[in-house]
């Protein structure tokens, strides 16, 4: 066989041969060793199984209140001054109230007047039905009696309407506490004139408590109800125990103010609610960190 012919039947051979081993090397360098493939669940359920959060201390729903005016007028008195104890139905604060009171006194004058003018009514009543009935007075004499009578009722009721709204109002000079607990702020002094539905006093019931926690919205599939929570906070030493209790069903804006600057300010964050297990320090409105540990597995939700 001549020199030609064998270089060009062994070149193409070569070349298929190296293209061949290429391609091989090339497809095992893309496929990841069996190692690395069983490492890698294990490390990222680690990472799934516990969750971090920011959030605040909040009283439960109800158990912190602002106290407010119905009114406008000049607040006369203040009752209770800040961290003092009060009782559902003590008084707060209280407006002036002599105006209001007058008119009430009016009001009433008016009331005892209808009654006066009904009991006279219904004694001409009786005398012109007597008349009828002996054939003396006249039809229209008692026709008049009757309206004259049905008016005097209706001038009282209207009367009395008018004096139990003023009553209502006057009620409201008197700003009377809502709920068992204890006073956190005073918005307002006395001789301060206010508007109607201006805040006097906030009342909180100090011993209803949890923590609303701002989780990642992109963390919302990895918590459920009944999971371990624990809560620290900044200047205090070790945490206190907490249960997750509240899920929502939608996502909101950021309320609090990321401590994390890589965090964007705009995220959306599900708002967690976590019953705390143990009495605590903790201030309402007091910045927390939370931190949530799920079961080994997981749960669903």
């Known amino acids: 066989m001549s020199k030609n012919l064998w270089n060009r039947l062994l ?34 359920g ?29 607040l006369v008195q203040m009752r209770v001054e800040e961290k003092q104890p009060v009782r559902r139905g003590e008084l707060l604060a ?3 109230s002599d105006d209001r009171r007058a008119e009430l006194n009016e009001a009433r004058a008016r009331v005892a007047e ?18 009828w009935e002996k054939e003396v007075g006249s039809r229209q004499a008692l026709d008049k009696a009757e309206r004259d009578l049905q008016t005097a009722r209706a001038r009282r009721e209207t009367a009395r309407a008018t004096a139990d709204r003023l009553d209502a109002v006057l009620a409201k000079t008197r700003i009377l506490c809502p709920i068992d607990g204890v006073v956190i702020a005073r918005h307002a002094q006395a001789g301060e004139t ?24 992109f963390d919302a599939g990895r918590v459920a109800l009944g999971d371990g929570v624990r809560v620290s906070a900044e200047g205090w030493d070790g945490g206190w125990r907490g249960r997750v209790e509240e899920i929502p069903d939608s996502v909101v804006g950021r309320r609090l103010k990321p401590q ?14 976590v019953a705390l297990l143990e009495p605590t320090p903790l201030k309402l409105g007091q910045r927390v960190e939370i931190s949530i540990d799920r079961p080994e597995g997981g749960r669903t939700r």
Do not use: F, H, N
């Open 11 to 44: 070149w193409p051979v070569l070349a298929v041969g190296l293209l061949a081993v290429a391609a091989l090397q090339a497809r095992a360098a893309s496929r990841p060793s069996r190692r690395a493939v069983s490492a890698s669940p294990a490390a990222s």
């Open 46 to 74: 680690a990472a799934r199984d516990r969750v971090a959060a920011e959030g605040r201390v909040v009283a439960y729903p109800g158990a912190e209140v602002v106290v407010g005016t119905d009114l406008a007028g000049t």
């Open 94 to 96: 209280e407006l002036r």
């Open 114 to 131: 209808a009654d006066a003018e009904i009991r006279l009514a219904e004694a001409d009543l009786e005398r012109a039905r007597s008349l």
């Open 194 to 217: 206010l508007e109607s539905g201006q805040k006097i006093v906030t009342v909180a019931d100090l011993s209803k408590t949890r923590v609303e926690a701002e989780l990642d919205e």
């Open 260 to 273: 994390d600057p890589g965090k964007p300010e705009d995220t959306r964050v599900l708002l967690v609610k």
